[in-house]
């Protein structure tokens, strides 16, 4: 009988001839574990929060937390999982739990099981400090227990301070002080309600794109945070699925002297910590400074990639207008009979074709996003959505500016999300810019341009007058703040020629 096999809570465990389409958050609550709560389904909520063991870019283990509703069953085949049952020794809470039921932190509860369980990531996080706050980001409490919930974590820290002096024994801590296994490759194909389906993850990009070659009808599978959504809410079923999770070449990370490389399969999480490790990197990447944070919740984030993100070609997506901005280019890799695997490069600009529509081949797959150097040395990224964090755009949009020795500018990309069918750069204004200096009235004719380059629709997130005045407005607010100097100290240093 098809089977797959993961560690729940420290055991051994098996899913036996589950849907492919299957979450973990429905398998954990078929299986009894309803201490993980079923909520949006979207991963908004955080209810569903469990930790999985993860390696950090540093080669350590960690544990992250994750949203269960959007993690297929099949995608923690060979994995360690926790779940808020698992956080206890026996009768005996953990800090996590106690500093929640001491604050009361805990009211109708619903929400308390995800709360402890990122609290648990955080708590392991780092050695001292005060516990991230933005942890947290991406659980919902509906009875609005955000204060007491915020002690409980200060709480934290302190507790485990004292607890690292004592040296007091932890199995959570001992567990992070061994390898995390690497993930075997998968080919689990259960009969399910009497329909073959298929879950296939393969080690290395060569037999990726064999299969994909092969295969062409398994849908491409990276972090699942766009994927999923359309299993869980419009209860869309995939006969097969190829997840790229495992494979290596996809787990780049290279600051190299032409370009910065960022394998598709890298987390947003990864990101965004490597770009605060290497603080020149990311005085440089200022765009994706700004971006990423805006970026739904860190339990989203950890899961999330480029690769994915410009793979569903949304309109709305946050990452093309950032990578669009900065001139990305995207390395396609596909089967080759003759040397393995051959690669293709497909400028951004050129990568969206339609809605939800790109110049991907059938048997291609997004390999790497590659960011030209040098890096604009101007660049903003800028998201109008109805709740600041946590939440989809309305309209995103990434701007970037060169200026040469005189003042004149050299270089400008002005890219837009949710506004046309696909993610699009205004490029007529962007070449009316070209060769100006920055005056009022340079920045007039390019605005006057910018009004024709879009005629977005209306939606129920927004009309198209008013998706139209956020072009308008983003674009004011830009040039208002290079006229005003507001950008980073990289950039003041050529910005003689902005009045």
Do not use: W
């Amino acid at each position: 009988m098809p089977e797959i096999r993961f560690l729940l809570n420290g055991v051994p465990h098996v899913a036996r001839d589950i849907d492919p389409n299957t979450t973990l958050l429905d398998h954990l609550r078929a299986s009894g574990r309803t201490g993980t709560k079923e909520g949006c389904g979207e991963g908004e909520c955080g209810a569903c929060a469990v930790a999985l063991l993860s390696r950090g870019p540093d080669g350590t283990a960690r544990y992250e937390t994750v949203n269960s509703c959007l993690l297929l069953t099949a995608a923690v085949a060979g994995r360690e999982v926790l779940t808020v049952e698992g956080i206890a020794q026996g009768d005996v809470l953990h800090p996590c739990q106690e500093e929640m039921a001491r604050a009361g932190g805990s009211q109708c509860g619903y929400c308390t099981p995800g709360f402890v369980v990122s609290l648990f990531s955080e708590y392991y996080r780092a050695k001292s400090g005060p516990l991230d706050e933005e942890s947290i980001g991406g659980n919902l409490c509906r009875c609005t227990g955000y204060r007491p919930i915020r002690e409980a974590g200060q709480r934290l820290a302190q507790i485990r301070a004292k607890q690292l002096a004592a040296r007091t024994d932890d199995p959570h801590r001992a567990r992070l002080a061994k390898a995390v296994p690497p993930l075997p490759a998968v080919d689990y194909a259960p009969l399910a309600n009497n329909q073959p389906r298929r879950f296939v993850r393969p080690l290395s990009l060569l037999e990726a794109c064999r299969v994909r070659a092969k295969e062409p009808h398994l849908v491409p599978l990276s972090g699942g945070t766009d994927l999923v959504v359309e299993l869980n809410q419009r209860h869309r079923r995939l006969d097969g699925m190829l997840s790229l999770e495992a494979v290596p070449e996809l787990k780049t990370f290279e600051n190299g002297k032409q370009h910065l490389a960022i394998g598709a399969g890298v987390s947003l999480a990864e990101v965004e910590e490597r770009l605060h490790q290497d603080k020149a990197l990311g005085d440089h990447l200022v765009m994706l400074k700004e971006l990423l944070p805006l970026f739904s919740s860190r339990l989203i984030r950890t899961r999330a990639t480029f690769g994915g993100n410009l793979g569903t070609a949304s309109p709305i997506g946050d990452g093309p207008p950032a990578l669009l901005a900065l001139g990305a280019e995207l390395v396609l890799a596909k089967h080759d009979d003759q040397y393995g695997v051959s690669l293709r490069f497909v400028p951004l600009d050129q990568f969206f074709l339609d809605y939800r529509k790109t110049a991907l081949e059938p048997d291609e797959i997004i390999v790497e996003v590659r960011i030209p150097k040098p890096f604009p040395e101007i660049q903003r990224f800028f998201k109008v959505s109805k709740r600041r964090m946590d939440d989809i755009s309305t309209v995103a949009a990434g701007f970037v500016l060169d200026l040469d020795p005189r003042g004149l500018v050299a270089r400008a990309r002005l890219a837009y999300g949710g506004v046309a069918a696909t993610p699009k750069r205004a490029t007529r204004t962007e070449t009316s810019l070209v060769g100006k200096r920055l005056t009022a009235e340079s920045v007039a004719r390019g605005r006057s341009l910018l009004a024709a380059e879009f005629s977005p629709i209306d939606d129920h997130r927004g009309s198209g007058a008013y998706r139209r005045a956020m072009v308008l407005r983003l674009y004011d607010k830009f040039f208002d703040e290079v006229r005003q100097g507001d950008f980073t100290e990289a950039t003041a240093r050529t910005s003689g020629g902005v009045s």
